[in-house]
């Protein structure tokens, strides 16, 4: 019988059990972290989360080392009951040296997922709409706030761009979703209609009649592979067209909050 700290959970050969302990570790820049150490398959991972970072933040790190997505994963004994909102603060979780908490997943597989088949989406919360200019503490105050600094560095370091074509000297740049946005992805991915017939209607119409004043970045969530799949399947890139593709930009899971 273990103590009051630990948890057991019985799960099916397709869920992992993951056993993390905590320990408080440095202040950096007036932050408080705590380092996490856990083994999940019966491999040990560690990982440090900050006191102004959210339990998104933890979920995403989790997530990142095991491959468990935020949505499959069960936290239990981190704290009484269910883990709070995705937004609230890790030093609101109070957590202490030595406390010890499982996971429970079943990690994602490197497969294809059509977004339009997942069960569990995450909400999207639409911020684009904040005007800051009439308030110019509250601006300076999200600016400011370490977290987000850190997390646009931590995001720049590692963005992946796939240059295909070079960027033209004094041309804007225009970003396009691939993905429900210029392309219906589930007839193609499904081969119910051939790719020419998934494009939004007029596509490389409306692509010539820009480029000579805009430079295009094609944004996808994909891997780079199925994102250059996509553009040759359209006769984006590849083919004799009036217009260049200049690069395509992979998201990042980067998560800007106010304060």
Request: aromatic letters at 8%; glycine letters at 4%; hydrophobic letters at 40%.
């Amino acid at each position: 019988m273990e103590s009051h700290d630990s948890v057991e959970a019985s799960t099916s050969s397709a869920e992992q059990i993951t056993t993390v302990s905590t320990t408080e570790v440095h202040v950096e820049d007036q932050e408080r972290w705590v380092q996490l150490s856990f083994t999940w398959s019966g491999r040990p991972f560690t990982l440090e989360i900050a006191d102004s970072d959210r339990v998104f933040d933890l979920k995403a790190a989790i997530h990142n080392l095991t491959k468990v997505p935020p949505e499959r994963q069960k936290v239990l004994g981190l704290v009484k009951g269910k883990l709070p909102p995705d937004q609230d603060r890790i030093a609101d979780l109070r957590l202490t040296p030595g406390k010890r908490f499982s996971l429970v997943g079943t990690p994602e597989g490197d497969e294809i997922k059509d977004p339009s088949q997942l069960e569990f989406l995450p909400d999207v919360l639409n911020d684009l709409d904040v005007d800051f200019s009439d308030n110019i503490a509250a601006s300076a105050a999200y600016k400011n706030d370490q977290r987000n600094i850190r997390k646009v560095k931590e995001a720049t370091e590692k963005l992946n761009i796939n240059v295909i074509h070079p960027l033209r000297p004094g041309k804007k740049l225009l970003v396009l979703d691939i993905d429900y946005t210029i392309l219906d992805t589930k007839p193609l991915t499904s081969g119910i209609l051939p790719p020419a017939e998934c494009a939004r209607p007029l596509l490389h119409e409306f692509l010539e009649a820009v480029y000579p004043y805009y430079d295009i970045c094609i944004w996808s969530q994909t891997s780079w592979i199925w994102l250059e799949t996509k553009l040759v399947e359209l006769g984006m890139i590849g083919s004799n067209r009036n217009y260049q593709i200049s690069f395509g930009k992979l998201a990042l899971s980067l998560c800007i909050t106010l304060v």
